[in-house]
Antibody, heavy 120, light 114 residues
Framework: EVQLVESGGVVVQPGGSLRLSCAAS????????MHWVRQAPGKGLEWVSL????????YYADSVKGRFTISRDNSKNSLYLQMNSLRTEDTALYYC?????????????WGQGTLVTVSS | DIVMTQSPDSLAVSLGERATINCKSS????????????LAWYQQKPGQPPKLLIY???TRESGVPDRFSGSGSGTDFTLTISSLQAEDVAVYYC??????????FGPGTKVDIK
């Protein structure tokens, strides 16, 4: 059974930093591109970042470019999101999502999310 | 960036009746070399993560009931629930993966029971 379990979400002050983690199991982790997608309270879905299977390619939404860094450790079946210079508008539930593969960037498995609150 | 729009914002349908949700992209998401539309649909129930229903605009994900179907091509797409069930109450999102990054979602359509 595929499982994605996010952690690391907390309350942090504007300008602060945070590292989110996602532990993956139930599939061959290093076969798949992985993503972070966020959802502000009561709002829609916003794609944040992706990382290729080997970590060689990374992409970011303009809203987080230069502040967030995605990474992965295939030996630990883990995905990470380093978040710096946090802003109040980064407040959201952050989901780790598995790429379906097969040449798509659709997401066939999602974690339950970890809540990041940026507030003074 | 490709902008996704959805209509209506919300709809209420009687149990057993058809629900239709529309999604429009600001530019075509049809890749001519493989004739595939890079469009997916998700269902999100309250307090849950999204669930993939449809990809390639019309391919149903494994385990998704056949009352859910996707259609359309180019810039105009439709998700149809042929016979609404109580468990289908949710917000539905379309998503394009033709031009990435960024991957973009529609704003969502809320489906309720009338």
């Amino acid at each position: 059974e595929v499982q994605l379990v996010e952690s690391g979400g907390v309350v942090v002050q504007p300008g602060g930093s945070l590292r989110l983690s996602c532990a993956a199991s139930g599939f061959t982790f290093d076969d798949y591109t992985m993503h972070w997608v966020r959802q502000a309270p009561g709002k829609g879905l916003e794609w944040v970042s992706l990382i290729s299977w080997d970590g060689g390619s990374t992409y970011y939404a303009d809203s987080v470019k230069g502040r967030f860094t995605i990474s992965r450790d295939n030996s630990k079946n883990s995905l990470y999101l380093q978040m710096n210079s946090l802003r109040t508008e980064d407040t959201a539930l952050y989901y780790c999502a598995k790429d379906i593969g097969r040449g798509t960037s659709a997401f066939d498995y999602w974690g339950q999310g970890t809540l990041v609150t940026v507030s003074s | 960036d490709i902008v996704m729009t959805q209509s209506p914002d919300s709809l209420a349908v009687s149990l057993g009746e058809r629900a239709t949700i529309n999604c429009k992209s600001s530019q075509s998401v049809l890749y001519s070399s493989n004739n595939k539309n890079y469009l997916a649909w998700y269902q999100q129930k309250p307090g849950q993560p999204p669930k993939l229903l449809i990809y390639w605009a019309s391919t149903r994900e494994s385990g998704v009931p056949d009352r859910f179907s996707g259609s359309g091509s180019g810039t105009d797409f439709t998700l149809t629930i042929s016979s609404l069930q109580a468990e289908d109450v949710a917000v539905y999102y379309c998503q394009q993966y033709y031009s990435t990054p960024p991957i973009t979602f529609g704003p969502g359509t809320k489906v309720d029971i009338k």
